[in-house]
């Protein structure tokens, strides 16, 4: 992107229009290189509107991310964490992880206002766009091994969803292993779903860069682009949420339970978690990689964060690796 583009965005950002003469006058340019600088945005997905004698706008007014009101709204636990937001990148957990390889601190979060590369779960591409979605990374470090951390996952999304009902969003619910739920119009919707990466041995210690992008609103051209029902979390609530509440939110509960977890595991969180399955005692088709469907019915989870499922064959144990999982219902 032009080094002047998101300068020129974060003005835009009000959602009203600034001509190009205010604009370059602003930034101590030509007008023609504020127009190049706008033009380039559009390879990212972004529209800007360009009306004659009136300038440049936004299709509506975004609230742009702020690391010191994401930190403010961590309440208590805003030491525990180290932000950083930056204009653009090509994945928040393959950066992260660079700076976890050259000792970055624990509690270390990356948000990014553009996401260029977003991973998802089974090498998925993760779309996320300008004021659309909160996408970012959380470096956690832990004393044990990667071997000791089964069901990790399990705990970020009981996090997530805990901090979504704190803001009144009550209906969101967790899928196993990683993707947050609601039911809207009698379909299941995707509204965010989480990645995380790990470094170190088996024996220990281990990082974990837990990656996480959220839908505020999704944009008709990208439902396009993705191949299951997903809603914006925005839909859900009686006023647009303030990315930089939601991140907040989502690291102050991040902090409880993933030191919680670090001390107990995930057996502690097992009845909490299945209480917040949307999926718990329901019929699902299981889909495997190798693309075989296995159809049977969700019984629980293990102490482990495994999923056990009863099929054709009887109780069968999944493991987060291993399958996709759809409902049947």
């Not at 003005?11 to 370059?24: M, N």
């Not at 609230?63 to 309440?75: H, P």
């Not at 950066?95 to 991973?119: D, F, K, N, P, W």
């Not at 859900?236 to 107990?264: K, Y």
């Amino acid at each position: 992107m032009n080094k002047l583009a998101f300068p020129i965005l974060a003005v835009l950002a009000d959602g009203k229009f600034h001509s190009g003469e205010a604009l370059a006058q602003r930034f101590g340019v030509t007008r023609a290189t504020v127009y190049n600088a706008i033009q380039s945005v559009s390879t990212l997905g972004i529209t800007v509107f360009s009306v004659r004698g009136r300038g440049y706008r936004l299709p509506k007014a975004v609230t742009l991310l702020d690391a010191d009101a994401m930190v403010q709204a961590c309440g208590e636990y805003a030491p525990w964490f180290h932000v950083q937001v930056l204009a653009q990148v090509d994945s928040t957990n393959r950066y992260l992880m660079q700076e976890s390889a050259r000792g970055v601190a624990h509690g270390t979060c990356v948000a990014a206002h553009i996401q260029t590369a977003g991973r998802g779960r089974r090498g998925r591409q993760w779309v996320s766009q300008l004021g659309g979605s909160v996408t970012f990374s959380v470096l956690w470090r832990f004393q044990c091994g990667a071997a000791g951390l089964s069901g990790l996952s399990l705990v970020v999304g009981l996090a997530l969803v805990r901090a979504l009902h704190s803001l009144g969003l009550t209906e969101v619910q967790l899928k196993w292993p990683n993707d947050l739920l609601v039911q809207h119009q009698g379909q299941w919707h995707k509204l965010g779903g989480i990645l995380i990466e790990l470094q170190g041995d088996m024996e220990g210690p281990s990082a974990a860069v837990i990656g996480i992008g959220l839908n505020l609103e999704v944009a008709p051209e990208m439902r396009a682009s993705i191949d299951q029902p997903v809603l914006g979390l925005n839909a859900l609530s009686a006023q647009a949420l303030d990315p930089n509440v939601l991140l907040g939110r989502c690291l102050s509960q991040l902090a409880i339970h993933l030191n919680q977890f670090a001390e107990q595991g995930f057996a502690y969180f097992q009845d909490e978690w299945t209480a917040a399955h949307a999926f718990h005692q329901q019929p699902v088709n299981l889909l495997l990689a190798n693309g075989q469907t296995i159809p049977g019915q969700v019984l629980g989870v293990a102490e482990e964060g495994s999923l056990l499922v009863e099929t054709a064959t009887g109780q069968q144990r999944f493991n987060a690796g291993e399958i996709s999982v759809r409902s049947a219902a």
